[in-house]
């Protein structure tokens, strides 16, 4: 793990940090499932089913301030020695353990990776509004837990009823819509609610339209319908997002993204595009293209996301590229297959995005003359 040496004069340098040695981690590390979503998507309905749900797996679920809301016995937190707070937490009758925390995230991963009794998974519930960037900056890059929780994917639900009115909001003016961003981040949403959809005689059509407004937005994301927020385990759990040799990852990113329209988005600021480069790339001009755009916010490009592959010069292996925000990652993941050919290709979720400056600045990484 390497930091960037910032400059003295910087006032507010940013968190920018290159994730490396993923490979290391060990295989009993737990995965984390951070849900996001506006208040009153469904999300807190979404614990609920897990924590009552008979589904035979040992679950942690870490609450925030509104942990009162899904109707379990809110956790109780106490001045331990030296005035520190320490969480109590509930055991649930499916065998899930749950807890309210309102300090140190770090801290309370710490307390479970501790248990005595082996945990399957962890969910942390986020708050209405809260943004997912720097809880994935935690539990990607953090020391003391790299080796015993991984971040697994980032889940927002969203309310198929209310979505597009949550989208429009502050259209016009300086701020931001949150709805956008926690799409932009998100690996699944949850397309809640759609039984209240389904009463329109323009049903299908209604939700149609609203996938394609994700999908402007985040062309990676994989959407789930639901209803009450009843869905497979398996669409949350060991999704595998932040793991570099995830095959079904891979192969969506060779086969789909090849062409990304920006036309009729709500926001026009606010934009999914891929980049595609056949020639062979030169790994150090990649990565300092990428700390330009992402650290130095190049051409005034914000990125929230982006996730690649490439096709490096004097390897055989094909590398992924992925980051959050500042953070990025680039390993090797497997050996090109003979039926496959080798090429570069990035998807970019993020405002002010120039697609045409993206191209012709990451073609420099390649060794044309």
Known sequence: MNSRPMDDEEETPPLAVEVSNINDAKESVVGVTVITGYLGAGKSTLINYVLNAQHGKKIAVILNEFGEEIGVERAMINDGDGGALVEEWVELANGCVCCTVKHSLVQALEQLVQRKDRLD??????????NPAPLASVLWLDDQLESEVKLDSIITVVDAKNLRLQLSEHRDSSSFPEAFAQIAFADVVILNKVDLISQSPMASDVL?????????????????HSVKCNVDLSVILDRGAYDAKHIAHLESLLKENQSVSANNLHDHSFRTLCIYEEQQVDLSKVELWLEEILWEKKHNMDVYRCKGILNILNSDQLHTIQAVREIYEIVPARKWQQHENPVNKIVFIGRNLNENLLQDSFRACTLMP
């Open 121 to 130: 998974h962890i969910l942390l519930e986020t708050t209405g509004l809260a």
């Open 208 to 224: 149609k339209e609203l996938e394609s407004d994700i999908y402007k937005i985040n062309s990676l994301a994989t959407i789930v």
